[in-house]
């Protein structure tokens, strides 16, 4: 096995790993709509693919080329059904009928077909493969951007975008295949697609913004490869190539992994703004319960009366007048004033502070550490204590 079939092997590894962890991620339904159901089962058919390929050039066992070629055959069909949902629009019905037979008859030829025509298939997948997920971002850049939204056009750019980018990778292993090319690149157009992805549900971004991370990617792999040259010394082209490839690879699954991390943490900060905005209008008890159920503040507190006896009343008061929300670095910055305060947080584990009533005291302590440092979080619990001060006037 050389340097480029290993690469290969590693690329494809690296896009299972990279596409699991998005499914992983998304395997909760109340993250799921019918769009990312269809995009799910792309990515699932994908993954299958770089699977068995993988474990086929790792063994080196030529019957699973015949499962690996026809899922390769249905591909172009889950992408047209993924861009149907996008769109909100059916596709031409003779495109539908040309990918719908063209994937039975390429899957079943694959599995029937005699070694002999193998040549001859190679280039027939290969054109149903390529041709028909260009077709698919064609239809998909000559849709009738006036019918759908901003953030609907958004999602459409960016994924058409990773598609027309993973195209080349995707080609590149039915032209080794074939002998035509040195590398093999689909797990790489595994991982570019599951990045755009990844990149529109964490921003909303076009694809404007992920042809920009393409690139930044494309300059820190670059930036990692020149420095593995200056300590290893200059390989051959081909092996060089296989180098830059796997590194590519890497940076990805990084990059998956980070946009997963935001993606989690805004759905946090959400899940507050949510249950505020389901929140009544009063009276404050009931408007507090609501706020409690919110998965943000499962680990939130109200504290009244006798668990607020050991501390004194007034200096949490004083605290609290003029900033009626503290987090736990704040209230040390206010020294002895903020003692009471800062004892009560590191008792309760808490990180914020925020003010419910001042007459009786009470106080609602929050525990968000995957939150705590972020910049809207001070924002949101300042917009939950203003609601919480109009319904304890509410009647």
Do not use: C
């Amino acid at each position: 096995m050389n340097t480029a079939e290993s690469a290969g092997i590693l690329l494809n590894i690296l896009a299972f790993a990279g596409a699991g962890a998005f499914l992983l991620f998304h395997a909760d339904e109340r993250r799921r709509s019918p769009v990312d159901t269809r995009l799910n089962a792309v990515i699932v058919l994908l993954m299958g693919l770089v699977g068995v390929r993988a474990l086929r050039w790792a063994i080196e066992a030529p019957f699973l080329r015949r499962v690996e070629e026809a899922l390769a055959a249905i591909m172009p069909l889950l992408a047209l059904l993924l861009a149907e949902g996008l769109m909100r629009r059916h596709a031409p019905p003779l495109m539908k009928r040309v990918f719908l037979f063209g994937a039975l008859a390429l899957a079943l030829a694959a599995l029937l077909r005699p070694v002999s025509s193998g040549l001859y298939f190679t280039i027939a997948l290969g054109t149903l493969a390529a041709g028909g997920l260009a077709a698919t971002a064609v239809l998909l850049f000559l849709r009738d951007r006036r019918s759908l939204s901003p953030s609907e056009n958004a999602a459409i750019s960016a994924l058409g975008l990773g598609l027309l980018v993973a195209l080349p990778f995707v080609a590149g292993d039915f032209l080794y295949a074939a002998g035509y090319s040195p590398w093999r690149g689909g797990g790489l157009a595994l991982l570019i697609f599951v990045y755009a992805v990844a990149r529109l549900t964490v921003t909303g971004a076009g694809g404007t913004a992920v042809l920009a991370d393409l690139a930044l990617a494309l300059f820190g792999a670059g930036v990692a490869f020149m420095t593995l040259i200056t300590l290893v010394g200059p390989p051959d082209l081909v092996t060089g190539g296989a180098w830059l490839l796997v590194i590519l690879g890497i940076v990805f699954v990084i990059l998956i992994v980070q946009a997963l991390r935001e993606r989690e943490a805004a759905i946090g900060r959400q899940a507050l703004l949510s249950a505020l905005a389901a929140a009544p209008a009063g009276p404050l008890d009931a408007f507090v319960d609501r706020v409690l159920d919110s998965p943000a503040l499962q680990r939130a507190e109200v504290l009244e009366g006798a668990s607020l006896a050991d501390y004194d009343g007034d200096k949490l008061r004083s605290a609290l007048h003029a900033r009626p929300v503290l987090s736990l670095s704040e209230a040390r910055l206010l020294g002895a004033a903020g003692e009471p305060l800062t004892a009560l947080l590191d008792a309760h584990e808490a990180t914020h502070a925020v003010l419910i009533s001042m007459q009786p005291l009470r106080l609602l302590v929050v525990n968000m550490p995957g939150l705590s440092s972020g910049p809207d979080v001070s924002v949101q619990l300042t917009l939950l204590q203003k609601l919480a001060a109009a319904a304890g006037v509410a009647r």
